[in-house]
């Protein structure tokens, strides 16, 4: 089985500056890392995802995240953030074995101000 | 967007009564899921299908059932609704295999029990 820690449940954070988002996973078998984003009101959109290569992943936006294997984290990050990044963001996880099933975290909202 | 409706999209039903939540997507994909999210709890999976008329429990499946007798329809069965079962449910779907992982997701319906 695999668990998701998201360790900040609120991230404040000006408009134009950096954000990191903290993920920490669990789990005994290979897995599938994914960030998904929830405006309000909306559904959730697929941010990025990691499979395999690369340990740097980029996705749509302007955000990318890293897979850090020894220490079980995959931290979502945007260097210049806009009003418009307003929102929940949860990290989830799939295990090689899962059939596709994701584990979610509990999410993170970043509240963007002037 | 991938094509995924769920209906309704609100619902205020009584307690002890059944309601049944219908997930339709068009993209002919094989994988369907049933989420529920709440707060603090991120996105907790019920039930899910790999196929027509073929499904499993979830992490959170008591008191809901499932069924699943076209490709592009998932219902949902709350048999006796609770308050405990008021929330946000999503529905999801998967590509042809699964195993890219990336799971879609429809607009939500929010359902209270009083």
């Known amino acids: 089985a695999q668990s998701v820690t998201q360790l900040d449940s609120q991230v404040p954070v000006f408009e134009e500056a950096p954000v990191e988002l903290r993920c920490n996973y669990s789990s005994s078998v290979s897995v599938y890392l994914f960030w998904y984003v929830q405006y309000p009101n909306q559904g959730l959109q697929l941010l990025l995802k990691?499979?395999?290569?690369?340990?740097l992943v980029k996705g749509i936006n302007g955000f990318e995240a890293e897979f850090n294997k020894s220490q079980t984290s995959f931290h979502l990050r945007k260097p210049s953030v806009h009003i418009s990044d307003t929102a929940e963001y949860f990290c989830a996880v799939s295990g090689a074995d899962s059939w596709g099933k994701l584990q979610f975290g509990a999410g993170t909202q970043v509240v963007v101000t002037p | 967007d991938a094509g995924i409706t769920q209906s309704p999209r609100h619902k205020v039903t009584e307690t002890g009564t059944p309601v049944t939540l219908r997930c339709h997507q068009t993209?002919?994909?094989?994988?369907m899921y049933w989420y529920r999210q709440d707060p603090g709890h991120g996105l907790r999976l019920i039930h899910y299908?790999?196929?027509?008329?073929?499904?499993d429990k979830g992490e959170v499946s008591d008191g809901y059932s499932v069924s699943r007798s076209k490709t592009e329809d998932f219902l949902l069965t709350l048999e006796s609704a609770t308050s405990s079962q008021t929330s946000v449910y999503f529905c999801?779907?998967?590509?042809?295999?699964?195993?890219?992982?990336?799971?879609?997701f429809g607009p939500g319906t929010r359902l209270t029990v009083t």
């Open positions: 299908s790999y196929g027509v008329k073929d499904t």
């Open positions: 990691y499979l395999s290569g690369s340990t």
């Open positions: 999801a779907i998967s590509d042809s295999t699964g195993f890219s992982y990336e799971q879609y």
């Open positions: 993209e002919n994909h094989r994988y």
